[in-house]
């Protein structure tokens, strides 16, 4: 595993990835199945987070993911993705999807976001220290703020349905 810094800025460890959608991935429709571009989210959320941490990171959730309008087959998915938020050995990472049509030229249209939360783990699986990630930008800023948002609800939700299970038991 390599030295990992105290903090990072977001821009390092930013990817994207490209990905021309195949026959063999539709569902009964004959559009894209979900599940497929949900793969490549976790993927691509993967990679980031493992370059940022600088070793191996696991997905510890993903939250709810709307998709606004479906894939067709021969369409060019973007992928775009970014850690927004750190904490002690967690990161939100968030994955922007788009698409160029593959019949027309035409504006990108928007697919869907992911927000996913991913740990980074030692040899042992144990949650390690990951480098605090650096805004660069006022978009980075926002993300950073919305990312802690997020996370407070998560953590209430979290809460609200132990101590829910605890009195119901
Ligand atoms: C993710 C995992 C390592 C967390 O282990 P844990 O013992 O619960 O660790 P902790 O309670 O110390 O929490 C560690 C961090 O994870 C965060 N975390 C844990 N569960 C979380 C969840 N469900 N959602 C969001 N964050 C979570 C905590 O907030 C904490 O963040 P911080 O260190 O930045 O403050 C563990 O639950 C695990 O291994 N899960 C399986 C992951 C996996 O295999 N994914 C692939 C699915 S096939």
Do not use: C
């Amino acid at each position: 595993m390599s030295d990992v810094p105290a903090s990072r800025p977001s821009s390092a460890a930013r990817l994207s990835l490209s990905h021309i959608t195949a026959q063999h991935e539709t569902n009964l429709l004959g559009t894209v199945h979900g599940g497929v571009i949900m793969t490549l989210v976790d993927s691509v959320a993967g990679v980031v987070a493992a370059r940022h941490s600088g070793g191996p990171a696991v997905t510890a959730s993903m939250d709810e993911m709307v998709f606004l309008v479906p894939v067709r087959v021969g369409d060019v998915v973007h992928f775009t993705a970014q850690v927004n938020w750190t904490g002690r050995s967690s990161m939100e990472i968030g994955v922007r999807i788009t698409a160029d049509r593959w019949d027309s030229v035409g504006p990108q249209v928007h697919v869907a976001t992911a927000y996913l939360v991913f740990v980074a783990v030692d040899a042992d699986g144990q949650p390690r220290q990951v480098p605090q990630v650096e805004p660069e930008n006022d978009e980075d800023r926002r993300r950073m703020r919305e990312a802690e948002i997020r996370r407070s609800h998560r953590l209430a939700r979290r809460k609200a349905i132990i101590d829910s299970r605890e009195g119901a038991a």
